[in-house]
C-alpha cells in the first residue's frame, strides 16, 4: 500500500516520467478530490483495521529533526572526504521518510524507477508486497536529494543504492545503516529502518 497502481500512470516506467493524471493541481477543488481519492484508496486498502501504530513504533518529529541532523552532519563531513558511503546513507533515511518503502523494496529500488517532472515526482515499486506494483509520488526536497546523490555517486549500478563493492544492497546492509545513524542520532536502540515507515504512514493521517 502507501500507493497508487502503476495502471493510474500512464507509461510510468520512462525517465522523465510522463503526464500525470493528478499534475494539474492548481485548484483548491482539484487538490481536495485528490486527497479524497487517497483518502478513499487507504480505506479500501483497510490500513486501519490492519495496523494499530502505537508511539513506539514510530518516531516523533522531534526524534526525526535528529535523524535527519546525524545524517546531514555526516554527509557534510563525508563530502569533504570524497566519501560517497555517507551520502547514500543519508539518501535511504530520507527515502524511507518520504516514501515509506519496505526494506525489501528500498534494496530493489533501481534509477530508472525514479522519475522527475514538474510539480509531481514519483517512483515505481515493482512486485512489492503480494506481488503488487505501486506509484509512490515525494516531494521536491527529496527529488533535490535523489539529483544530488545521482550527479555525485561514480558507480554505474542500476540500483539506486549499492554496496562498497558496487553490488545491491541487501536488507541487513540497509537496516544497519539505519541502526548506525540510529545510534548517532541518540535515538532507542528498539528502532527499526521500519519505523520509517510506520512514522510515514501517521504522518499521511496527521
Same mark, same amino acid.
Given at each position: 500500500?502507501?500507493?497508487? @497502481?502503476?495502471?493510474?500512470?500512464?507509461?510510468?516506467?520512462?525517465? @522523465?516520467?510522463? @503526464?500525470?493524471?493528478?499534475?494539474?493541481? *492548481?485548484?483548491?477543488?482539484?487538490? &481536495?478530490?485528490?486527497?479524497?481519492?487517497?483518502?478513499?484508496?487507504?480505506? !479500501?486498502?483497510?490500513?486501519?483495521?490492519?495496523?494499530?501504530? *502505537?508511539?513506539?513504533?514510530?518516531?516523533?518529529?522531534?526524534?526525526?529533526?535528529?535523524?535527519?541532523?546525524?545524517?546531514?552532519?555526516?554527509?557534510?563531513?563525508?563530502?569533504?572526504?570524497?566519501?560517497?558511503?555517507?551520502?547514500?546513507?543519508?539518501?535511504?533515511?530520507?527515502?524511507?521518510?518520504?516514501?515509506?518503502?519496505?526494506?525489501?523494496?528500498?534494496?530493489?529500488?533501481?534509477?530508472?524507477?525514479?522519475? &522527475?517532472?514538474?510539480?509531481?515526482?514519483?517512483? *515505481?515499486?515493482?512486485?512489492?508486497?503480494?506481488?503488487?506494483?505501486?506509484?509512490?509520488?515525494?516531494?521536491?526536497?527529496?527529488?533535490?536529494?535523489?539529483?544530488?546523490?545521482?550527479?555525485?555517486?561514480?558507480?554505474?549500478?542500476?540500483?539506486?543504492?549499492?554496496?562498497?563493492?558496487?553490488?545491491?544492497?541487501?536488507?541487513?546492509?540497509?537496516? !544497519?545503516?539505519?541502526?548506525?545513524?540510529?545510534?548517532?542520532?541518540?535515538?532507542?536502540?528498539?528502532?527499526?529502518?521500519? *519505523?520509517?515507515?510506520?512514522?510515514?504512514?501517521?504522518?499521511?493521517?496527521?
Amino acid at each position: 500500500c502507501f500507493g497508487l @497502481p502503476p495502471s493510474l500512470i500512464p507509461n510510468q516506467h520512462y525517465w @522523465p516520467a510522463p @503526464p500525470c493524471p493528478f499534475q494539474k493541481l *492548481t485548484s483548491g477543488g482539484n487538490v &481536495f478530490n485528490l486527497l479524497l481519492g487517497i483518502r478513499k484508496i487507504i480505506i !479500501k486498502e483497510n490500513l486501519m483495521s490492519k495496523w494499530i501504530i *502505537t508511539p513506539d513504533k514510530f518516531l516523533s518529529e522531534e526524534e526525526v529533526k535528529r535523524l535527519r541532523k546525524a545524517c546531514e552532519e555526516t554527509s557534510i563531513i563525508a563530502k569533504f572526504k570524497g566519501n560517497q558511503i555517507a551520502i547514500r546513507n543519508r539518501l535511504i533515511i530520507e527515502v524511507a521518510l518520504g516514501t515509506g518503502l519496505r526494506v525489501s523494496e528500498l534494496a530493489n529500488l533501481k534509477v530508472e524507477d525514479i522519475h &522527475f517532472r514538474k510539480g509531481y515526482n514519483s517512483l *515505481t515499486v515493482w512486485n512489492g508486497k503480494g506481488s503488487q506494483d505501486r506509484v509512490v509520488a515525494f516531494n521536491s526536497s527529496l527529488k533535490s536529494l535523489i539529483q544530488e546523490y545521482l550527479d555525485y555517486r561514480y558507480s554505474k549500478s542500476h540500483y539506486l543504492f549499492y554496496s562498497e563493492r558496487g553490488e545491491q544492497m541487501t536488507r541487513f546492509g540497509i537496516s !544497519k545503516v539505519f541502526k548506525k545513524t540510529a545510534l548517532e542520532a541518540g535515538l532507542s536502540s528498539h528502532h527499526s529502518i521500519h *519505523t520509517l515507515r510506520h512514522t510515514y504512514a501517521t504522518n499521511l493521517y496527521k
